[in-house]
């Protein structure tokens, strides 16, 4: 006779999350599928099921994990929105099948539990967004935005992120703008560069992790375009911000200075004696950083040099 209750519904559950760690810790199992329904799964907690799930999602195999939880009831019982991805793409639609991307994606992911998490959820707004041209071909306008509002009724239903409301926030900011690096193709100016760091904030480096692994192309040179494009971006981002770390060797000010001690009007003149000024310095011949004054009386001590 097979034991029934609460206690029996629980063990049900975690018999079922603990068939998925195990899955996604060492790719197999050798334990037979528990199968666990939704009202199964409701007599444990979120702060209970969370542990398991984070497990399955920052294991070796996290696919194999995802497919435990699939097979198990786990997806459709606490996460709908990603069970819906099971499928959904290939055949007449002449689209990549999403669920199979999307494991790929968290098994790509760096093991940092926001990427991966956010991973899992980059493309729950695809189901309902996909839409064909008279052309025939296949888009997802919007799906972004429409999957972070997904994550938000998701979140509000389940509670699985309510103790960590930073994790929540990185998450959602992820599915949001997880298109926005794989946007980069080399021609955006510095100013766009600045800009685009400085809207992602906190959040770059994970962005970047998660534009990464969402390149599931099987085209070798596709692929190593497309990370090549991201880690370009990577790199100018960095650049960009030592150099505008770095303070001017010459104070704010020096050129009004200069005009009205030389008395020389407003000119390409100003910027070619300030440019002289700086090379001075980077030859070690003049300390930077100094006040104006400093500046100006050398300038005034080397008239000839300058032509003054």
């Not at 069970?83 to 790929?104: C, I, L, N, P, S």
């Not at 979140?155 to 959602?172: G, H, S, T, V, Y």
């Not at 375009?225 to 990577?234: A, D, P, Q, V």
Request: charged share 30%; glycine share 8%.
């Amino acid at each position: 006779m097979t034991a029934s209750g609460p206690a029996a519904d629980q063990d049900r559950a975690r018999l079922a999350l603990e068939r998925a760690v195990e899955c996604a810790e060492r790719g197999v199992t050798s334990d037979p599928v528990v199968l666990a329904s939704a009202e199964d799964l409701q007599r444990l907690s979120p702060e209970d099921i969370r542990p398991w799930l984070d497990r399955v999602m920052m294991g070796r195999f996290p696919d194999e994990g995802l497919d435990a939880l699939l097979v198990g009831g786990v997806l459709d019982a606490l996460l709908p929105e990603v069970k819906a991805m099971v499928g959904f793409g290939d055949g007449e639609w002449r689209h990549k099948d999403v669920w199979k991307h999307t494991k790929q994606v968290v098994s790509q992911a760096v093991p940092r539990l926001e990427v991966r998490w956010a991973a899992l959820f980059h493309d729950i707004g695809k189901v309902r967004t996909r839409s064909i041209s008279p052309d025939g071909e296949v888009h997802f306008f919007g799906h972004a935005e429409v999957g972070a509002r997904m994550f938000d009724k998701l979140d509000r239903r389940q509670r699985l992120f309510n103790a960590e409301d930073a994790l929540k926030r990185e998450i959602r900011f992820l599915v949001l703008h997880h298109l926005r690096a794989s946007q980069y193709d080399g021609s955006w100016t510095d100013s766009a560069v600045r800009r685009f760091a400085r809207e992602i904030g906190p959040y770059l480096d994970d962005l970047l992790c998660l534009s990464r692994a969402d390149i599931t192309t099987k085209r070798p040179e596709k692929k190593r375009r497309g990370i090549s494009m991201i880690n370009e971006l990577s790199t100018r981002i960095c650049a960009l911000a030592e150099e505008d770390a770095k303070v001017p060797p010459l104070p704010t000010g020096l050129g009004t200075d200069m005009m009205r001690v030389f008395g020389l009007p407003p000119s390409r003149r100003i910027g070619e004696i300030k440019r002289a000024l700086e090379g001075a310095v980077e030859a070690g011949e003049l300390p930077a950083h100094r006040e104006s004054e400093f500046y100006v009386q050398f300038l005034a001590e080397n008239r000839e040099r300058f032509g003054l």
